[in-house]
C-alpha cells in the first residue's frame, strides 16, 4: 500500500538492526538516518523485503557511522523561523544576523553578515517572511545553477543536456531528479549547508541522469565524480535540520 509505515528488523553483520519501512511513489529504495538515530528506508511497492534488507545489509556500516555521529552531538530541534530582527540564519554554514528596517520600499540586501529587511509596517510578520522567502528564492536559484554549472562540467563525457533547477522545501530529502524531464529539483534548506556539502546532492542527482538506480554502478560513478561525498553527506545530516 503507498505511504504505508511498518517496523522490521533485519540482520546484519553489526547485529539486528530496526528501521520503518515506507512504501512511497519512488523509483529507487532510500535509506535515511534521522538524528535520533532511527533508521527509515523508502522504497517502492514492487520492490521485494529481502531486496531492500539486502540493501540495508550493504550500508550497515555508513548506518552505524552515522548513529554514532548523532549520539555524540546534543540534539537540536528547528524552530520556526519569525523574522525578527536579531534572528539569526545560516547560509553556506555562516550566520546572517536579520534586521527589520522599517521604509517606504520593501525589499531585502544583504550587507556581509547582516540581511535587512526592508518593510512598511515592521510589524506584519507575514510580510517580513514573504521578502524573507523571495530573496532566500533568488539566492538559492544563484548559488544552486553555479554549482550545477560547475558539476555539469565534469560529466561532459555524458553530454547530458543542462538541467532544469527546481526549488522545494522538503522535510525528508535534499534533492531529487527527473531524468526523462531534464529536473533537478533541490532543497532550499540545503542553502544553509557549507558549499561542498550543497555539491555533494548535486553531484548525487546528476549520477541519476546516467544511473537511475542506486546500483554499484552508480555508486562506482558518484565515487569518481565526489570521492568525498560520505563526508560532505555526513556533514549535510549533522548540520541541516530538516
Known amino acids: 500500500m503507498t505511504g504505508s509505515k511498518e517496523k522490521h528488523t533485519v540482520l546484519t553483520s553489526d547485529g539486528v538492526q530496526e528501521y520503518i519501512l515506507e512504501r512511497k511513489r519512488v523509483k529507487n529504495i532510500n535509506l535515511r538516518v534521522r538524528p535520533d538515530c532511527t533508521v527509515w528506508v523508502s522504497a517502492p ?43 539569526k540564519i545560516k547560509l553556506l554554514g555562516t550566520d546572517i544576523e536579520l534586521k527589520i528596517v522599517q521604509d517606504s520600499s520593501e525589499y531585502s540586501e544583504r550587507d556581509g553578515s547582516r540581511l535587512y529587511i526592508h518593510v512598511r509596517d515592521r510589524g506584519n510578520k ?24 560547475d558539476v555539469h562540467e565534469r560529466f561532459s563525457e555524458y553530454d547530458l543536456p543542462f538541467p532544469q533547477l527546481k526549488l522545494r522545501t522538503m522535510t525528508s530529502r535534499w534533492g531529487s531528479c527527473h531524468p526523462s524531464k531534464g529536473i533537478i529539483t533541490l532543497n532550499r534548506r540545503l542553502i544553509e549547508a557549507p558549499r561542498h556539502c550543497i555539491e555533494q546532492v548535486v553531484t548525487h542527482e546528476f549520477c541519476h541522469f546516467v544511473h537511475p538506480d542506486h546500483s554499484k554502478d552508480f555508486y562506482a560513478l558518484l565515487q569518481h565524480m565526489y570521492p568525498e561525498w560520505r563526508y560532505s553527506k555526513a556533514v549535510l545530516e549533522s548540520s541541516v535540520i530538516l
Open 126 to 149: 507575514e510580510r517580513r517572511k514573504k521578502l524573507f522567502s523571495a530573496w532566500l528564492d533568488e539566492v538559492c536559484t544563484e548559488i544552486f545553477t553555479e554549482i550545477m554549472h
Open 45 to 87: 511497492s514492487r520492490v521485494p523485503v529481502s531486496e531492500i534488507e539486502s540493501f540495508i545489509r550493504s550500508r550497515c556500516r555508513y548506518i552505524r557511522r552515522a548513529a554514532e555521529y548523532f549520539r555524540s552531538r546534543p540534539q537540536k530541534a528547528r524552530t520556526e523561523l519569525q523574522c525578527a530582527s536579531g534572528e
